[in-house]
């Protein structure tokens, strides 16, 4: 009776048991059937089509002019890869690169510690990060702390940038602490210290900010404010004329101060959207001023870094005060430029070189950007901690009261609901007002 009540166990296979056909350890495995056919396929049309062709015979390059090629193709190859982030990126993950490396080189090497990129294991980063990084990088103030720390995003994004930067040197996939290899930063522990030292700060009072928006009426003050600067040169003229023309489409386009910065002639697009204003990228003297002009980013954006066929439009109206309508301002500047022998011919707003009284081919950055907000601002008694990424929350806000949040998500070019609240809470900010 209780063979019956227990079925055919007394049938079933040992649970070490092999299921049937299985190698044994030790013995070779067997090639499924058709293993390899597709691969051999393919090398078969290859062969076919080499057949077809005209026999050529390719010269055998000599072991000099070998290692010459992979040199130098190897090392633009490298500057290639370099450039799938942008440069500030790059700069800033090779400098804590650098900052880890020499941190490792204090370590007594006799005594079997790691001191090398090559070798290091995240219990070199977590004594890094926690003995030097934290506080060597501490610009955050917290409310339950009585000395400044480093921010949790500045933490995660030092990790983030060494994984990179492992990845880069061939240490790619989950760390093996047996055999030390792969990336160190891809393992649990380093893992949970991000999210312990969020946490950690979280409890102590860290709050993250937005930065300061700025207003209409301040930003009406700005413009009127760089217009009565004394030029002092002809060339000191354009300058003013740049920067009241920046400040203005920053405002109307919500644009990053670097996105800003790379306006260029081939983005400006005619009511259609199809047709280009400056046809190759070129101005010509004496355009009208269009009622409404379309700019598809020509260098992408932070968010969509391809090319213009694929950027969501910025659309600019002119303004009924003349002087805070940027078309018009943008028009006569570049009339200007062009009388003056200083014509625009890829990027609009252009800095200085180091010989002054010209411009430098290249865009005009958003430290400079900046620099000149906060100058300015300081100048006018303004200044509450705005930086160019003011324009941007400030426009936002001010359109969703005006227009709508809909119109500000459009304006701003903003897709996900929780980031569009982001920009448009009036209280994210508090934390970066100064006196």
């Known amino acids: ?91 800033r993950r090779l400098c804590i690169g650098l900052e880890f490396q020499t941190w490792l080189g204090t370590l007594p090497s006799s005594s079997g510690f790691p001191v090398t990129l090559q070798t290091s294991r995240p219990e070199e980063l977590l004594v890094f990060m926690q003995g030097h990084f934290i506080l060597a990088h501490a610009g955050s103030t917290v409310p339950g702390l009585g ?3 480093a921010s949790p995003q500045g933490v995660s994004c030092a990790l983030s940038h060494l994984s990179t930067l ?27 210290y991000k999210r312990g030292y969020r946490h950690d700060m979280w409890e102590a009072g860290y709050q993250e900010s937005s930065a300061v928006p700025l207003g209409h009426p301040q930003l009406v003050a700005l413009v009127r404010h760089l217009d009565l600067r004394e030029p002092g040169s002809p060339f000191g003229q354009l300058l003013h004329e740049r920067d009241g023309c920046l400040v203005l489409y920053s405002w109307a386009s919500a644009m990053r101060g670097k996105e800003g910065g790379r306006l260029c002639l081939l983005d400006f697009f005619r009511a259609d959207r199809r047709t280009p204003l400056f046809p190759g990228g070129v101005y010509s003297p004496g355009q009208p001023v269009p009622s409404e002009v379309w700019v598809l980013p020509t260098h992408g954006t932070k968010t969509n870094k391809r090319g213009r066929v694929h ?26 430029c062009l009388a003056l022998g200083h014509g625009a011919t890829h990027f609009v707003f252009r800095p200085q070189t180091a010989v002054r009284g010209h411009f430098k081919e290249a865009p005009f950055s958003s430290s400079s950007f900046n620099k000149l907000v906060q100058d300015q601002l300081g100048r006018m008694g303004q200044f509450s901690g705005e930086t160019a990424h003011s324009f941007r929350r400030g426009t936002l806000q001010h359109t969703a009261a005006t227009e709508g949040v809909l119109a500000a998500a459009v ?25």
């Open 1 to 91: 009776m209780s063979l019956l009540l227990q079925g055919p166990s007394h049938h079933r296979e040992p649970r070490d048991h092999l299921p049937r056909g299985a190698p044994t350890e030790g013995a070779p495995l067997l090639a499924a059937p058709y293993q390899g056919f597709l691969a051999r396929s393919v090398l078969g049309q290859l062969e076919q089509l080499a057949a077809r062709r005209p026999a050529s015979s390719p010269s055998l390059l000599a072991p000099a002019a070998a290692n010459q090629l992979y040199a130098t193709s190897l090392g633009a190859a490298a500057t290639v890869i370099s450039h799938s982030n942008a440069d500030e990126t790059v700069g």
């Open 147 to 149: 000395h400044r720390v």
């Open 166 to 192: 492992f990845e880069g040197l061939g240490r790619r996939g989950p760390y093996d602490p047996v055999h030390g290899t792969g990336n160190p930063c891809d393992c649990d522990e380093i893992t949970r």
């Open 311 to 336: 950027q969501d439009p910025v659309h600019l109206k002119s303004h009924l005060d003349p002087q805070l309508c940027f078309p018009t301002r943008l028009w006569a500047h570049l009339d200007h």
């Open 411 to 435: 304006q701003g070019r903003i897709k996900t609901p929780a980031i569009l609240e982001r920009y448009l809470d009036p209280n994210r900010h508090l934390g970066r007002l100064r006196p």
